[in-house]
């Protein structure tokens, strides 16, 4: 009956009655995951492409391992009301978001009488963010 090797980086399937002291090549670290970098605890090698990561031939030969690891305990976080109530803000922030898109297209009209005096023309200026010019226009 096969069973399969739980060693890290091996992951076949072998027969227990064959299993031999070098019929595994595994990794005995742990991954090591620093920065952009991925590789082994027990070897120098890193790369930072994922599949090369789980291409890296393991450093130790030894025989296959058919007991799955146990579950890494995550600690449990216990927090208290006070705690809590640290984390809280101590004042409500005023946060101003920015000018709807009809605000932003609706047309300003400037009354410029030094310039247009005997005329009393409008001068009617529309800002287009999106566009990033000015246009201009007069009646």
């Given at each position: 009956?096969?069973?399969?090797?739980?060693?890290?980086s091996?992951?076949?399937?072998?027969?227990?009655?064959?299993?031999?002291?070098?019929?595994?090549?595994?990794?005995?670290?742990?991954?090591?995951?620093?920065d952009?970098?991925?590789?082994w605890s027990?070897?120098?090698?890193?790369?930072?492409?994922?599949?090369?990561?789980?291409?890296?031939?393991?450093?130790?030969?030894?025989?296959?391992?058919?007991?799955?690891?146990?579950?890494?305990?995550?600690?449990?976080?216990?927090?208290?009301?006070?705690?809590?109530?640290?984390?809280?803000?101590?004042?409500?922030?005023?946060?101003?978001?920015?000018?709807?898109?009809?605000?932003?297209?609706?047309?300003i009209?400037?009354?410029?009488?030094?310039?247009?005096?005997?005329?009393?023309?409008?001068?009617i200026?529309?800002?287009?963010?999106?566009?990033?010019?000015?246009?201009?226009?007069?009646?």
């Amino acid at each position: 009956m096969a069973l399969l090797c739980y060693n890290w980086s091996c992951g076949q399937c072998f027969d227990p009655e064959t299993n031999s002291d070098d019929a595994c090549t595994y990794h005995p670290g742990v991954r090591v995951f620093h920065d952009a970098f991925k590789g082994w605890s027990c070897c120098k090698r890193r790369t930072t492409d994922f599949s090369d990561f789980l291409s890296i031939v393991g450093c130790t030969k030894g025989r296959h391992n058919s007991e799955k690891p146990p579950e890494p305990v995550k600690p449990e976080v216990k927090t208290t009301e006070k705690e809590l109530s640290e984390l809280k803000p101590k004042f409500q922030e005023h946060i101003q978001t920015c000018k709807t898109v009809e605000a932003i297209k609706r047309p300003i009209y400037l009354f410029v009488p030094l310039i247009f005096l005997l005329c009393y023309t409008k001068l009617i200026i529309h800002f287009s963010l999106l566009v990033g010019t000015i246009v201009v226009s007069y009646t």
